[in-house]
């Protein structure tokens, strides 16, 4: 039985999905009620393996990054370069804020603690959950101690973050809960891309509500969804504004379940009315392209007095975002329209392109777009005098498909969910590879360095975060929700914005979330080569 498993274990394929599969169990372990994550699971089982001399092919982990690296930018594309209009400006400050904090804090606690500075990318790639950092710098550097730096740093950089996140306010004595209150364009969204819309109906049976404008019900902004139409006796009509409810009409509602429950409390019972479900009303999901519907309000675009359809959802960067009529639309926004098929066909042909075939994946122009970052990432450069290698190679071009996305006949197109998984399978083909070379010194370097490089992740984290909002609320004067927002962007953690919005009650964070977070995506990620830059200057 040892004989054929230790067989087993020699095959490179069986030993790659055995590290994942146990990785991404591991992963699921809670840690005073958070998972570590897989890609930490995965890094952890990989040492192990690596620690028994089951390495794995270095082409896997080559592949793993290439995956990564590029879908990484090509997710950022479309918020990158927008980002710079209104308060594009401030978001990157911050971004760039969070970065060099965390580099100064890193290289003061090498100096204190006599760490090698070569692998302070993985310390800042654990500390600020940034597998990216890591990422970068692994064609630099060959140190098996940065990848066994990484896995020390990272449960603090994720747990540690949380903590510090849901705590924060009340030691700071901060109600943000009653300052989201205060902000008038509070709109409360949906917060998760997979939650999937749903349709319902219901009669109206609520006196309250009868003859009052849509417009001063504000039903989005107490259950997160709308009323898309309204049907009055044999007479179905699509809501606007100025629609005034009647006793015992029905109205047909799109959102997420507990959205329309609650909807449904407001309003009325829940009834079967298949005309009005069949009355020829359609959604579809557009994608924002053309560039005259770009920074402006959807007050300014006019989409359901002109064009007779109704914007039920708008994401942006796979986040949803409040929708109110100040809100204005950006390059690669996604919007959920409702409508009758003649009218959504206008309003398509007026913001961009219709994201109907939502599996369809432009293989040509990703494959091609690799193939160009890595001849990108050869070039000498004559400022420089050097390459910028396949990292940044692979997200400049990554960044640059992502945002232009159309090529004539090529659509560029891939539907969020495929590029998803492959970041998230990229990222743990590299930490496998990597994991298992780095696994041989595992106990060597955990003894020498062990407790040094943990000090140093907890110090680069606590004192990123607490040095970022900060410079938010003070410098930048966001607000605390913002602040809080824009500071977990910096960080690219999208579980600590949750904590935010749970904490407010609302979802006005996002908007300096999503905002801060198409920058420190890629400034951190050019950190990993930086950090390794200035090691061999020093």
Same mark, same amino acid.
């Given at each position: 039985?040892?004989?054929?498993?230790?067989?087993?274990?020699?095959?490179?394929?069986?030993?790659?999905?055995?590290?994942?599969?146990?990785?991404?169990?591991?992963?699921?372990?809670?840690?005073?009620?958070?998972?570590?994550?897989?890609?930490?699971?995965?890094?952890?089982?990989?040492?192990?393996?690596?620690?028994?001399?089951?390495?794995?092919?270095?082409?896997?982990?080559?592949?793993?990054?290439?995956f990564f690296i590029y879908a990484i930018g090509f997710g950022a594309g479309p918020r990158f370069f927008q980002a710079f209009r209104r308060?594009?400006?401030?978001?990157?400050?911050?971004?760039?804020?969070?970065?060099?904090?965390?580099?100064?804090?890193?290289?003061?606690?090498?100096?204190?603690?006599?760490?090698?500075?070569?692998?302070?990318?993985?310390?800042?790639?654990?500390?600020?959950?940034?597998?990216?950092?890591?990422?970068?710098?692994?064609?630099?550097?060959?140190?098996?101690?940065?990848?066994?730096?990484?896995?020390?740093?990272?449960?603090?950089?994720?747990?540690?973050?949380?903590?510090?996140?849901?705590?924060?306010?009340?030691?700071?004595?901060?109600?943000?809960?009653?300052?989201?209150?205060?902000?008038?364009?509070?709109?409360?969204?949906?917060?998760?891309?997979?939650?999937?819309?749903?349709?319902?109906?219901y009669q109206v049976q609520n006196p309250g509500i009868i003859g009052v404008p849509l417009r001063d019900l504000q039903l989005r902004q107490?259950?997160?969804?709308?009323?898309?139409?309204?049907?009055?006796?044999?007479?179905?009509?699509?809501?606007?504004?100025?629609?005034?409810?009647?006793?015992?009409?029905?109205?047909?509602?799109?959102?997420?379940?507990?959205?329309?429950?609650?909807?449904?409390?407001?309003?009325?019972?829940?009834?079967?009315?298949?005309?009005?479900?069949?009355?020829?009303?359609?959604?579809?999901?557009?994608?924002?392209?053309?560039?005259?519907?770009?920074?402006?309000?959807?007050?300014?675009?006019?989409?359901?007095?002109?064009?007779?359809?109704?914007?039920?959802?708008?994401?942006?960067?796979?986040?949803?975002?409040?929708?109110?009529?100040?809100?204005?639309?950006?390059?690669?926004?996604?919007?959920?329209?409702?409508?009758?098929?003649?009218?959504?066909?206008?309003?398509?042909?007026? +913001? &961009? !392109?219709? @994201?109907?075939?939502?599996?369809? $994946?432009? =293989?040509?122009?990703?494959?091609?777009? %690799?193939?160009? *970052? #890595?001849? +990108? &990432? !050869?070039? @000498?450069?004559?400022?420089?005098? $050097?390459? =910028?290698?396949?990292?940044?190679?692979? %997200?400049?071009? *990554? #960044?640059? +498909? &992502?945002?232009?996305?159309?090529?004539?006949?090529?659509?560029?197109?891939?539907?969020?969910?495929?590029?998803?998984?492959?970041?998230?399978?990229?990222?743990?083909?590299?930490?496998?590879?990597?994991?298992?070379?780095?696994?041989?010194?595992?106990?060597?370097?955990?003894?020498?360095?062990?407790?040094?490089?943990?000090?140093?992740?907890?110090?680069?984290?606590?004192?990123?975060?607490?040095?970022?909002?900060?410079?938010?609320?003070?410098?930048?004067?966001?607000?605390?929700?913002?602040?809080?927002?824009?500071?977990?962007?910096?960080?690219?953690?999208?579980?600590?914005?949750?904590?935010?919005?749970?904490?407010?009650?609302?979802?006005?964070?996002?908007?300096?979330?999503?905002?801060?977070?198409?920058?420190?995506?890629?400034?951190?990620?050019?950190?990993?080569?930086?950090?390794?830059?200035?090691?061999?200057?020093?």
């Amino acid at each position: 039985m040892i004989s054929f498993f230790t067989q087993l274990l020699e095959n490179d394929l069986a030993l790659l999905f055995i590290i994942l599969s146990l990785g991404c169990l591991a992963g699921r372990l809670r840690v005073a009620g958070v998972e570590l994550s897989a890609a930490g699971g995965v890094l952890f089982v990989a040492l192990v393996f690596g620690h028994f001399d089951f390495v794995l092919p270095g082409e896997i982990s080559s592949f793993g990054f290439a995956f990564f690296i590029y879908a990484i930018g090509f997710g950022a594309g479309p918020r990158f370069f927008q980002a710079f209009r209104r308060n594009g400006v401030r978001y990157g400050l911050v971004a760039l804020f969070v970065a060099l904090v965390a580099a100064a804090v890193a290289m003061t606690c090498a100096a204190l603690f006599d760490l090698p500075t070569l692998i302070l990318p993985g310390v800042l790639g654990g500390a600020l959950t940034s597998t990216s950092t890591l990422a970068a710098a692994y064609e630099l550097v060959s140190d098996p101690l940065l990848y066994v730096a990484y896995g020390i740093t990272y449960p603090f950089g994720l747990i540690g973050l949380l903590f510090l996140v849901q705590f924060l306010p009340g030691l700071l004595h901060i109600d943000l809960k009653k300052e989201a209150e205060q902000v008038s364009e509070l709109r409360p969204e949906p917060e998760e891309e997979e939650n999937v819309s749903q349709r319902r109906v219901y009669q109206v049976q609520n006196p309250g509500i009868i003859g009052v404008p849509l417009r001063d019900l504000q039903l989005r902004q107490w259950t997160g969804t709308g009323i898309v139409t309204i049907k009055r006796g044999n007479r179905v009509m699509i809501a606007n504004a100025d629609s005034k409810l009647e006793h015992l009409d029905h109205v047909l509602a799109e959102g997420r379940l507990d959205q329309l429950l609650e909807l449904g409390e407001f309003i009325g019972p829940e009834v079967v009315d298949e005309e009005i479900t069949e009355e020829g009303n359609e959604t579809v999901r557009v994608v924002v392209t053309l560039g005259h519907a770009f920074n402006r309000s959807l007050r300014e675009l006019r989409l359901t007095p002109d064009f007779g359809v109704i914007l039920t959802r708008l994401q942006r960067a796979a986040i949803d975002v409040p929708v109110n009529p100040d809100m204005r639309l950006e390059r690669g926004d996604i919007v959920t329209l409702a409508g009758p098929p003649a009218k959504l066909r206008r309003a398509i042909d007026f +913001l &961009g !392109r219709a @994201e109907r075939k939502i599996f369809e $994946t432009d =293989i040509f122009t990703f494959s091609a777009g %690799l193939v160009l *970052g #890595i001849v +990108l &990432g !050869r070039i @000498e450069w004559p400022l420089i005098h $050097t390459s =910028i290698g396949n990292a940044g190679g692979l %997200l400049f071009m *990554g #960044i640059t +498909l &992502g945002y232009l996305r159309n090529f004539g006949p090529f659509s560029g197109r891939v539907p969020v969910a495929a590029r998803f998984i492959l970041q998230e399978l990229g990222l743990l083909l590299f930490l496998a590879g990597v994991g298992t070379s780095a696994g041989g010194g595992l106990v060597e370097n955990l003894g020498r360095f062990g407790l040094s490089i943990f000090l140093t992740g907890v110090l680069v984290t606590t004192i990123t975060l607490l040095a970022s909002l900060l410079f938010c609320r003070y410098v930048v004067k966001f607000d605390w929700n913002t602040s809080f927002g824009a500071t977990t962007g910096g960080v690219t953690s999208t579980v600590a914005l949750k904590l935010v919005t749970a904490a407010s009650e609302s979802q006005y964070a996002v908007l300096g979330y999503a905002g801060v977070y198409a920058f420190a995506n890629i400034l951190l990620t050019l950190l990993g080569q930086l950090m390794v830059s200035l090691a061999r200057l020093f």
